[in-house]
């Protein structure tokens, strides 16, 4: 069993920056594909951003691309959201995410574990 706990969310305005952050335990990272989703008010989860184990390649939906970085510290099994140039349209709740199988997926379905999430909201 894998537990994914999120902080780092919080009320920011428009152009601000906040990192968001996943601790897990219960399995070492490093056999973890992770990712990040997020579901505002209303809306679907849609996958965010995500980082295979087995290669280290990084995957972001369009709308985040040069603005928002994934990236993982295997040694502290901890995986971080750097999200700049925040817009009023990022604002959801986030939600950390583990796969076992390697495969990054920006489909929900294709993971195993979650998170609680953490609410990011940016006002403009």
């Known amino acids: 069993q894998v537990r994914l706990v999120e902080s780092g969310g919080g009320l920011v305005q428009a152009g601000d920056s906040l990192r968001l952050s996943c601790a897990a335990s219960?399995?070492?990272?490093?056999?973890?594909?992770m990712a990040w989703f997020r579901q505002a008010p209303g809306k679907e989860r849609e996958f965010v951003a995500g980082?295979?184990?087995?290669?280290?390649?990084?995957y972001y939906v369009g709308s985040v691309k040069g603005r928002f970085t994934i990236s993982r510290e295997n040694s502290k099994n901890m995986v971080y959201l750097q999200m700049n140039s925040l817009k009023p349209e990022d604002t959801a709740d986030y939600y950390c995410a583990a796969n076992r199988d390697g495969s990054v997926s920006n489909n929900m379905n294709e993971y195993d574990y979650w998170g609680q999430g953490t609410q990011v909201t940016v006002s403009s």
């Open positions: 219960g399995r070492a990272l490093l056999t973890l594909t």
């Open positions: 980082t295979s184990w087995s290669d280290s390649r990084t």
